[in-house]
């Protein structure tokens, strides 16, 4: 089944082209990351699919419906968005901040009646921060904190997960726990990601489908060891390099050896 469809998709920030003519579907159960130079349209590409923007041409489908006219709340019972930052939560404790994910469902009177609910308690533990159910946001380190964001979105419990940059700011070792941690979510709950990725390695190892965006453009779209190739890396990352196969994850690593000068050949 078909989750979104992309036509012809284009999108500009004042009079600047940010996206042009891009056309993609995702189905249902994809794993899918959007990868790019910086500026190239991924994170803009996220918010069309999230209902947060609305194009300049073509069209975002969500089911077989304009992704942009749907209502907030109804976009919200389909789709939860992991965001690259919260904002500052003053004193909101992080059971308190993973409940909010239950309001498209309960709405405001399901909320005063009842804060708590089994859907954001199964949220926590399945993120692994019910111990910090009690502790203040802002008191979180970067790790826990987006394991708690991770725990709001799941709270909403729907079946489309977009995650914008979900690793930033953080160090090695909590990147890997929190793509994992969503690898083994989409695994076990079905459900269709899409996230926008710096770290190449990382698409190759934690995604099934690579959607590489230049110039506005998809310049190459398929799996992760047929799209990541050196002319891949020369012409939309602009370095030279090799693409090594990974016989520990059976997927690839990509070395990038040099960058390749403005106007310059691979």
């Not at 939860?80 to 909101?92: D, I, S």
């Not at 692994?128 to 987006?146: I, M, N, P, Y």
């Amino acid at each position: 089944m078909t989750v979104y469809s992309i036509e012809d998709v284009a999108f500009r920030y004042r009079d600047r082209p940010v996206l042009d003519a891009v056309s993609l579907t995702v189905a249902a159960g994809e794993c899918v990351a959007l990868v790019g130079r910086n500026g190239c349209g991924k994170s803009t590409l996220l918010r069309l699919l999230a209902g947060a923007a609305r194009p300049a041409a073509g069209r975002v489908l969500l089911q077989g419906r304009d992704a942009h006219t749907l209502r907030r709340r109804e976009m919200a019972r389909q789709v939860a968005v992991l965001h690259q930052q919260l904002p500052p939560m003053p004193g909101m404790t992080v059971r308190q901040l993973v409940a909010q994910g239950r309001y498209p469902h309960r709405g405001p009177l399901g909320m005063l009646w009842r804060p708590d609910d089994e859907e954001a308690a199964a949220a926590l533990r399945a993120t692994g921060v019910e111990e910090l159910a009690g502790r203040a946001v802002d008191t979180l380190s970067g790790g826990e904190r987006q394991r708690v964001r991770l725990a709001l979105a799941l709270a909403q419990r729907t079946p489309v997960l977009l995650l914008d940059e979900p690793t930033t700011f953080l160090d090695l070792r909590h990147q890997l726990e929190v793509l994992s941690l969503v690898r083994e979510l989409h695994a076990a709950r079905g459900l269709t990601v899409v996230t926008v990725l710096h770290e190449l390695d990382h698409a190759a190892r934690f995604t099934d489908r690579i959607v590489a965006l230049a110039g506005g453009r998809v310049a190459a779209d398929g799996p992760p060891a047929e799209v990541l190739i050196p002319a891949l890396l020369a012409d939309v990352f602009g370095v030279r390099g090799r693409v090594l196969p990974d016989e520990q994850t059976g997927s690839v690593r990509t070395l990038a050896d040099a960058p390749i000068p403005e106007g310059g050949l691979a």
